[in-house]
């Protein structure tokens, strides 16, 4: 005669640790689209910057626009994706035809990202280039 073994207890263990695993795994990929979407938003707001630079008269009203501009949008969208961004400006190339490069850098709390709390936090950065126009008037 074959001995029957009771096997519930494992089975609901096994669940218990698949279902931890499952729910492990949504957060990370949760936590990763998040970040992901965080690195794009400070990409537009570095190419928004770039063609505000680019617009400007000279090479000093391009870093005091940029510098308003990033102000300015700290009431927007700009906070989502991280606080107080700061925007270096590269006018080496700022005349017609030349270019402007903006580097912008903030830093985004773990804890905006992830369902539960994390501490810490990530530097994001991206930068962009703008191409000031040839038939511009000004300097």
């Known amino acids: 005669m074959r001995q029957r073994r009771n096997i519930g207890g494992i089975v609901s263990v096994e669940i218990a640790l698949l279902a931890i695993g499952l729910l492990g795994g949504m957060h990370m990929l949760f936590f990763t689209g998040r970040l992901s979407e965080a690195r794009g938003r400070v990409q537009d707001i570095a190419s928004e910057v770039a063609r505000v630079a680019s617009q400007a008269q000279n090479a000093t009203d391009a870093k005091k626009q940029v510098a308003d501009f990033l102000k300015d949008s700290t009431s927007n969208y700009a906070t989502r994706a991280c606080s107080k961004p700061q925007a270096t400006v590269d006018t080496s190339a700022f005349r017609r035809g030349g270019s402007v490069k903006v580097k912008v850098r903030c830093s985004l709390a773990l804890s905006d990202l992830a ?24 300097t």
């Open 115 to 138: 369902l539960i709390k994390i501490p810490g936090s990530v530097a994001l950065e991206a930068s962009a280039t703008e191409v000031i126009d040839t038939l511009r008037s000004g």
